[in-house]
């Protein structure tokens, strides 16, 4: 009774036009808003749900949930089976200081050197904090972090105010460091990317609204086929 409640809510939902997203901070921020202009000025009539911040895992549960038509997230992640998956386009990740920040060294950090510094990292029960724990490991030197925060913007913050070299995903700070509020911190070695992944469910039929807000990521390359 409550999953046919559920299926007539989001019924009326979709019939007034209406389209609902889950998403994570650096998807939300650095595509997924430019891209829902570009679906504004197509469906300036639709009304658009956003659920944003959080982990890939809390935005699956927001599409588990029937809130959202899509859950928007970067790998790594598991997830289940019963969603269509559509991978995209890939974060590259760096290293940032403060620009009154210290860095003793005048050549690009090896991983060990890195190490030695305080960093500023995801929170450790996220994929990303998993993800560049493993790689410092496979590299042959243990990953302690001296903060780890839940949001990029928290990591942004504690890293202008010099607490520390940050890991995060270029394309969140290429504003900043182009206006000199950063500076890229020079590695010996390329940090793992992370990709882009949008999520559905296979058994639910989409919304007009939904086919046409991934109809515009597939065409602006933000997702691959």
Known sequence: FLNGEKELVRSKEHSAGTLSISATETPLFSVILP??????????????????????AASLKHLQSEEADLAIGVTPFQYPDEYTIYEGIAFPIIAVAGNNYVIEESHPLTVRELSCYPIICPGRDSSAYAQISQYFIEQGTFFEPSYSVQTSSTIQILVENNYG??????ILVEKKLRNNKMK???????????????????????????????RILFENKILRK
């Open 165 to 170: 070299i940050g890991i995060l995903p270029e």
């Open 35 to 56: 891209m829902l202009s570009t679906f504004r000025e197509q469906h300036p009539e639709a009304k658009i749900r956003l659920f944003g911040g959080g982990s890939t």
């Open 184 to 214: 890229k911190v020079e590695l010996e070695i390329t940090l793992p990317k992370r990709n882009l992944i949008v999520m559905h469910r296979k058994q639910l039929s989409q919304s007009s609204l939904c086919e046409a807000f991934l």
